[in-house]
């Protein structure tokens, strides 16, 4: 089992969660308390959706291509070359 869950994984489940829970929500009446407990949680749900959309991803291969080029040339410049 993968320990992290890329962002667009957790976008896709939050945004499937998120259409899950507003089918139900629409079968409820409005203003009873679990139309209003629901409704809370589509709008968390929706808050986290767009949290995570203003943050931005960085692929795990740039990054180690980024970090072995770097101390590539540290070495280089280290050792005299």
Same mark, same amino acid.
């Given at each position: 089992?993968?320990?992290?869950?890329?962002?667009?994984?957790?976008? @896709?489940?939050?945004?499937?969660?998120?259409? +899950?829970?507003?089918?139900? $929500?629409?079968? $409820?009446?409005?203003?009873?308390?679990?139309?209003?407990?629901?409704?809370?949680?589509? +709008? @968390?749900?929706?808050?986290? %959706?767009?949290?995570?959309? &203003?943050?931005?991803? /960085?692929?795990?291969? *740039? *990054? $180690?291509? /980024?970090?072995? /080029?770097?101390? %590539?040339?540290?070495?280089? $410049?280290?050792? &005299?070359?």
């Amino acid at each position: 089992m993968p320990v992290a869950i890329s962002r667009d994984q957790q976008l @896709a489940a939050l945004r499937e969660r998120l259409r +899950d829970r507003a089918a139900t $929500l629409s079968g $409820l009446t409005p203003g009873s308390p679990s139309h209003t407990g629901l409704q809370a949680e589509c +709008d @968390a749900i929706y808050k986290e %959706i767009q949290r995570l959309e &203003g943050t931005r991803s /960085i692929n795990p291969r *740039l *990054l $180690l291509t /980024i970090l072995g /080029i770097t101390t %590539i040339v540290l070495f280089s $410049l280290l050792s &005299g070359h």
